[in-house]
């Protein structure tokens, strides 16, 4: 049997840290709620180590638009475009949750 604590012979690569990625539902009851508004308004704040990106449903439909912030799995619903600077600010940026935007769903 071998013993897999011991080190490998293959060479170690460097894993890349990952960077957070935003996904905004652009489906039709999201895109109805204005979801591309609230798109449009994360692509207009450059966001370092962050990538942003349309979505297609994220199965949550008619409490939209729907945010989902990725690799924390934190779920944001009913967001408007004038609160996404408060998204990048506290969440993004400074790491904290916004609590009052969080999805109920999932978030307690």
């Given at each position: ?20 990625c ?27 180590g962050?990538t ?27 967001i ?20 009052q ?8």
């Open positions: 049997m071998t013993n897999i604590t011991q080190p490998s012979n293959f060479p170690t690569i460097d894993q890349p840290s990952f960077s957070k935003v996904r905004v539902c652009q489906n039709r009851t999201c895109k109805k709620q204005g979801a591309a508004k609230v798109l449009a308004a994360f692509t207009t704040l450059p966001i370092p962050v942003v990106t349309a979505s297609s449903c994220l199965g949550q439909c008619g409490n939209g638009p729907m945010v989902l912030i990725l690799p924390d799995v934190v779920w944001y619903s009913g408007r475009p004038d609160e996404v600077s408060l998204l990048v600010e506290q969440h993004l940026l400074g790491g904290q949750r916004v609590k935007m969080l999805y109920h769903r999932f978030h307690s």
